[in-house]
């Protein structure tokens, strides 16, 4: 089915450790995101990216970096995880009618 | 401070009655909005969508309501079901259409 599939779907960290998680959508859209949901606060904007080549910083992005690989994939690493960043993780990706999401990725961070 | 808010975390409502969700944002430069659904384990998923030159948007049971001047927008879902159990996030943008900033969710419960 179209859409925007993210891996893996549960992951557990030591604290200093780093990981990727990879995104792709086959909906030819522009615009990628990533996001994280924490109780109480929403989904907050880590980074995103506008157009293959570019990636921007959103509300949230110290302690990450991204990828724009290509139109289909954005990757978000962690390249030193912190127990702050036990959270789930949605990834995005959007054309002029709104968002589609990804189903989650949920991290712990020990 | 969040720019978009939804006050109220949690909300229970009888099988058949009327869900109002209710949503505030403070940048007035905002001018497309989107609720959007969110079932434990899944990604959230568009709901229904408002822009500015509107006041009203009806989608079945679900209809949009926007109030510019207030800086208000509302969800109603009648008659309500129990699978309309969820967290209901608001969002809203900038003429951009990009970027939506999103409200921290009100938990529905539809008891049957």
């Not at chain 1, 080549?53 to 962690?78: A, C, I, M, Q």
């Not at chain 2, 967290?87 to 969710?105: E, K, L, M």
Request: aromatic share 12%.
């Amino acid at each position: 089915n179209a859409g925007v599939t993210q891996t893996p779907k549960f992951q557990v960290l030591k604290t200093g450790q780093s990981m990727t998680l990879q995104c792709a959508q086959d909906m030819n859209h522009n615009s990628m995101y990533w996001y994280r949901q924490d109780p109480g606060m929403g989904l907050r904007l880590i980074y995103y990216s506008a157009s293959e080549g570019t990636t921007d910083k959103g509300e949230v992005p110290n302690g990450y970096n991204v990828s724009r690989l290509n139109k289909r994939e954005f990757s978000l690493r962690l390249e030193s995880a912190a127990p702050s960043q036990t959270s789930v993780y949605f990834c995005a990706s959007s054309d002029d009618s709104g968002y589609t999401f990804g189903s989650g990725t949920r991290l712990t961070v020990v | 401070d969040q720019q978009v808010k939804q006050n109220s975390p949690s909300l229970s409502v009888q099988e058949g009655r009327i869900s109002i969700l209710n949503c505030d944002y403070t940048n007035s430069m905002f001018d497309y909005f989107l609720w959007y659904k969110k079932y434990p384990a899944e990604g959230p998923t568009f709901l229904i969508s408002i822009s500015s030159i509107k006041d009203k948007n009806e989608d079945g049971r679900f209809t949009v309501f926007l109030n510019k001047s207030a800086k208000h927008l509302s969800l109603h879902i009648v008659p309500s079901q129990p699978g309309d159990s969820a967290v209901y996030f608001c969002a809203a943008s900038a003429i951009d259409g990009q970027n939506f900033v999103f409200g921290p969710g009100t938990r529905l419960s539809v008891l049957p």
